[in-house]
């Protein structure tokens, strides 16, 4: 802060010092336009067949919490972070969370499903469709492998920002998605 000094009438006038980089801090606003769209593709991706699973809690309900933590923490962000990162990163905690609560639920009603799923086979159609399978195959990989696939292939993300999303070396995000892709190879040679 600059002070001029005093007025006429005793106040002190204060200006603050604006530097180039802080007036070129984006807007919370800016931001939510700029990757809102892309965002809620990854959750969409993320969740993958569990989002179906609950109807009360749907794709949209995540992506207002991703922006909703992203607004309450956006005072303590560094003007020179990579703001994306940050809110992909928010948004795999929220889409984990989802997940974790998901299966809590499941865990808690699977004698149900288990009897309903006994009594109505016809529930299960035949995956036909080649994305259906891959859709099927990438919800059975672990947590952290189906993120770094769907962060890299889906989202386009680099293995730097992938790193700084989960809290991981880019190398250990490399060899993820190596591991996962590994997988879908043999799951697929195994479907044939």
């Given at each position: 802060m600059i002070a001029l000094g005093v007025s006429q009438i005793g106040v002190r006038v204060v200006i603050p010092f604006v530097t180039k980089a802080s007036s070129m801090a984006p807007r919370?606003?800016?931001l939510i336009e700029q990757h809102h769209d892309e965002i809620f593709s990854y959750l969409w991706r993320f969740l993958g067949?569990?989002?179906?699973?609950?109807a009360g809690t749907g794709i949209e309900d995540v992506a207002q919490e991703v922006f909703l933590r992203a607004y309450r923490a956006f005072p303590a962000l560094r003007q020179d972070s990579n703001h994306r990162a940050w809110l992909y990163k928010i948004a795999t905690n929220c889409a984990l969370t989802q997940l974790r609560r998901l299966k809590r639920r499941q865990n808690e009603s699977r004698s149900l499903r288990e009897h309903a799923r006994c009594s109505n086979s016809s529930d299960h159609p035949i995956l036909a469709d080649k994305a259906s399978l891959l859709s099927s195959l990438l919800g059975e990989l672990p947590m952290k492998q189906r993120t770094c696939v769907t962060l890299r292939y889906f989202q386009d993300l680099d293995y730097a920002e992938i790193g700084a999303i989960l809290h991981c070396t880019e190398a250990s995000a490399?060899?993820?998605?190596?591991q996962a892709i590994r997988r879908l190879r043999g799951a697929l040679?195994?479907?044939r």
């Open positions: 919370f606003e800016d067949k569990q989002r179906w699973l609950d490399r060899a993820n998605v190596y040679e195994g479907k």
